[in-house]
């Protein structure tokens, strides 16, 4: 069964600070698609990026960088430049196809990333 | 503005009451899921549905039904409410990509308390 390992429950930094949120992951699959949300204090989880594992290109958004290593498993998110508006839980999560083929996503515990002013 | 709203936002039951969860999605979306997030634990599936009227068990399904009369709404159902079952309730829809995996739209979520 496909796995996501978060192992930094919380991390708090000063703003301006770069931070990394590690990202574990267990498969077997050869096709699969790995996640990353945020949950601000409202509640609400929110994308941030998906990736298929056919492509191992890093990816950068503004101050977010993603880093993906099939040779490690892992799928770090780097923030550059923290802010304040950074600060919520952030889940990593990985697809996992279902005995009808239908695709669902298996979730990390979570990093709280607090960023103080 | 696309959207998946959940009925209520803060529900506090008694032990042994039956509970509605309700969530409904404006982009047509072929799949919907429940979520349990718990500190500490994640969010973990309890059942989805990829069709109206199909259903499939998550990781925790014990405890909860669930039901899809309308390809829109997707409601959770707590048969007989338990202490153990205080959490939040996290609805989600995706679009049916075939062997891609779709982007899930999350509600608010639906904070339960059962005393």
């Known amino acids: 069964a496909q796995k996501v390992t978060q192992a930094q429950t919380e991390i708090s930094v000063v703003e301006k600070e770069d931070v990394t949120l590690d990202c574990v992951y267990e498969?077997?699959?050869?096709?699969?698609?790995l996640f990353w949300y945020k949950q601000p204090p409202s509640g609400e989880l929110v994308f941030l990026i998906r990736?298929?594992?056919?492509?191992?290109q890093n990816e950068i958004s503004g101050r977010y960088s993603w880093n993906f290593q099939k040779s490690t498993s892992s799928f770090n998110f780097t923030i550059t430049a923290s802010q304040v508006v950074d600060s919520a839980v952030y889940f990593c999560?990985?697809?996992?196809?279902?005995?009808?083929?239908?695709?669902?996503?298996?979730f990390g515990q979570g990093t709280r990333l607090t960023i103080n002013p | 503005d696309v959207k998946v709203t959940q009925s209520s936002r803060y529900l506090v039951k008694r032990t042994g009451e039956k509970v509605f969860l309700e969530c409904v999605q404006d982009m047509d979306h072929e799949n919907m899921f429940w979520y349990r997030q718990d500190p500490g634990l994640g969010l973990r599936l309890i059942y989805f549905?990829?069709?109206?009227?199909?259903?499939e068990k998550g990781d925790i399904p014990e405890g909860y039904s669930v039901s899809r009369e309308k390809k829109e709404r997707f409601s959770l159902i707590l048969e007989s409410a338990s202490t153990n079952q205080t959490s939040m309730y996290l609805c989600a829809s995706s679009l049916e990509e075939g062997w891609v995996t779709g982007e899930l739209f999350f509600g608010e979520g639906s904070r339960l308390t059962v005393l």
């Open positions: 498969t077997r699959d050869t096709t699969y698609y």
């Open positions: 549905s990829y069709d109206v009227k199909m259903k």
């Open positions: 999560a990985l697809s996992e196809p279902s005995i009808q083929g239908a695709q669902k996503l298996v």
């Open positions: 990736r298929n594992s056919f492509d191992e």
